[in-house]
């Protein structure tokens, strides 16, 4: 299954963050991902295949 990413979009992820949150926004796309945790802030580079594998539903 392709799925469409896009800059802006929020995702929920299979595992939560440290803080509590599971949702991230997604700041930059490409070979690698840049993701920002709604709940706190924080943001991680994913490369592709990890992000891909970790989301689990896109919400917006």
Known sequence: ???EFNVGD??????QHPCGSK???I????MDFR???SG?????MLPRPK???SVK????
């Open 1 to 3: 299954m392709v799925r």
């Open 10 to 15: 929020v995702v929920e992820l299979k595992k």
């Open 23 to 25: 949702h991230w926004e």
């Open 27 to 30: 700041t930059r796309t490409g």
């Open 35 to 37: 993701i920002k945790c």
């Open 40 to 44: 706190c802030g924080h943001q991680v």
């Open 51 to 53: 992000f891909e594998k």
């Open 57 to 60: 539903k896109i919400l917006t």
